[in-house]
């Protein structure tokens, strides 16, 4: 990994009395500012850095609240929506939730039967099945999220065209539909748009070595702004299944660079293992859904990870796209990277 530098991201108190800025899972640079998510918040963070040009630190967090710009589906508003992707362009900033069902854990506490119960449980949440557009405007000098602006509305994906529901009969991605994420079950974990494309990349399931990623081409309902719905592509699916070969890896994030899409990847299971950086070479092209294998996919970096913990979860890029340096956040930082004042240590590292 090539490291050029560490920044300091701080959050209020609020995060970190409730420890959510220990789980990010997305980011994204936007001028003069970083988005941030974390897996177990219904919200997204925005910092501001200390120096525009080369940032050594973002703080001044601002949380935006999703039940406060879109109908969220669950009955409890501030129920986590397991943010696991953000994208930003033109207007607009997207976020995906996982999808997922999770399994419950055991506990150092749990023994005998209460702990196989406890393994043998499943549960899902409304909130992870949501892919959101909200408008961006200026508000102070920095990018705000707004419920409406210029006739522009922050809008949900329609129930009608909800993704888990659309895969039902997929050959491939159905008969994971039921199993839980860290099982390689149903997981989104990355989001890139480029142009009218949105695309989905799954950290589960992984099929016999390759990964996912679905293209989307959403729109916004003329009777309803509020909603998105999905065209469908030639074939009359609303989806579009491109397979990669990042050698047995599933997504954890994905970034636009231009036509090409970089895509963070690393084990599917809940175990630690090679965490990569690649390069999915003229993914906004693709007419077609590929197969992504040889000369089409490139491995560009390995990164560091820990044991149990320092799992880089997001990628984003930071400073002019040609100077190819990427910004990394870290889901379960290791003890190095969280300060006694409370700011996560983040990576800024350089592409070859």
């Given at each position: 990994m090539t490291l050029e530098r560490t920044v300091l991201l701080w959050f209020g108190q609020a995060s970190q009395d409730a420890a959510t800025h220990t789980?990010?899972?997305?980011?994204?640079?936007?001028?003069?500012?970083?988005?941030?998510?974390?897996?177990?918040?219904?919200?997204?963070?925005?910092?501001?850095?200390?120096?525009?040009?080369?940032?050594?630190?973002?703080?001044?967090e601002r949380t935006f609240r999703l039940a406060d710009l879109v109908d969220l589906p669950g009955a409890d508003p501030d129920e986590e929506a397991d943010i696991e992707g953000i994208a930003r362009t033109g207007r607009f900033l997207w976020?995906?939730?996982?999808?997922s069902l999770r399994r419950r854990q055991i506990k150092d506490r749990h023994a005998g039967p209460k702990a196989l119960r406890r393994l043998a449980r499943i549960t899902g949440q409304d909130n992870r099945q949501i892919l959101v557009r909200i408008p961006v405007v200026d508000v102070d000098g920095l990018p705000s999220l707004v419920k409406e602006s210029e006739g522009e509305h922050a809008a949900l994906l329609d129930p009608r065209d909800?993704?888990?529901e659309l895969l039902r009969d997929d050959e491939h991605l159905a008969p994971f539909?039921?199993?839980?994420?860290?099982?390689?079950?149903?997981?989104?974990?990355?989001?890139a748009v480029q142009g009218d494309r949105v695309y989905l990349g799954l950290r589960g399931p992984v099929l016999r070595g390759w990964a996912f990623v679905l293209e989307l081409r959403p729109y916004v309902v003329e009777a309803d702004p509020t909603r998105l719905r999905l065209h469908e592509f030639e074939d009359g699916l609303p989806y579009r299944k491109h397979v990669l070969d990042l050698d047995g890896l599933g997504i954890r994030d994905l970034c636009p660079a231009g036509d090409d899409l970089l895509v963070l990847a690393g084990p599917t299971m809940d175990l630690d293992g090679p965490v990569r950086i690649y390069r999915w070479l003229g993914a906004g092209r693709a007419a077609m859904p590929e197969i992504v294998r040889g000369e089409t996919i490139r491995r560009e970096l390995e990164l560091t990870y820990g044991e149990g913990d320092d799992h880089a979860e997001g990628i984003g890029l930071i400073g002019p796209a040609e100077d190819g340096r990427l910004l990394v956040v870290y889901d379960s930082p290791a003890a190095a990277r969280m300060t006694a004042g409370g700011a996560i240590v983040a990576d800024v590292i350089r592409l070859p």
């Open positions: 789980n990010l899972s997305a980011v994204r640079t936007d001028g003069r500012v970083v988005w941030l998510a974390g897996d177990e918040t219904a919200s997204i963070e925005r910092l501001t850095p200390n120096d525009e040009e080369k940032p050594s630190e973002y703080a001044d976020a995906v939730g996982s999808h909800n993704i888990r539909l039921a199993i839980p994420s860290k099982d390689n079950g149903l997981d989104i974990e990355g989001i």
